[in-house]
Nanobody
Framework: VQLVESGGGTVQTGGSLRLSCAAPGFTFDDYAIGWFRQAPGKEREGVACISSSDGSTYYEDFLERRFTISWDNAKNMAYLQMNNLLPEDTATYFC?????????????????????WGKGTPVTVSS
């Protein structure tokens, strides 16, 4: 299964973007879906994760509530609404999915053990 991210781009500081994650032909019954990011020269880090079964969420503390993750059961898609973007948010954002794992566990583990990854979508925030 190949996850497909979209919605990345270049914005100015304070701007917004909405990322989408799709899995054509696949249904996530009991998965944690997560957004991760990796900046050049840095390790991958968790951003936000959500359960496809009950919608519970987990956010990394550094987000300071600027981002919102959501899951659309009907469309089988995950979204990441990013507001008040900062230059330090510049990175490639990846969508990942893992079966039967809590969202917090998935995010804290930075996606370790993931079942499926996307190829990423780049986000650049200019100052």
């Amino acid at each position: 299964v190949q996850l497909v991210e979209s919605g990345g781009g270049t914005v100015q500081t304070g701007g917004s973007l909405r990322l989408s994650c799709a899995a054509p032909g696949f249904t996530f019954d009991d998965y944690a879906i997560g957004w991760f990011r990796q900046a050049p020269g840095k390790e991958r880090e968790g951003v936000a994760c959500i359960s496809s079964s009950d919608g519970s969420t987990y956010y990394e503390d550094f987000l300071e509530r600027r981002f919102t993750i959501s899951w659309d059961n009907a469309k089988n898609m995950a979204y990441l609404q990013m507001n008040n973007l900062l230059p330090e948010d510049t990175a490639t954002y990846f969508c990942g999915a893992i079966e039967r794992v809590l969202p917090a566990t998935f995010c804290i583990a930075r996606g370790y053990g993931v079942n499926y990854w996307g190829k990423g979508t780049p986000v650049t925030v200019s100052s």
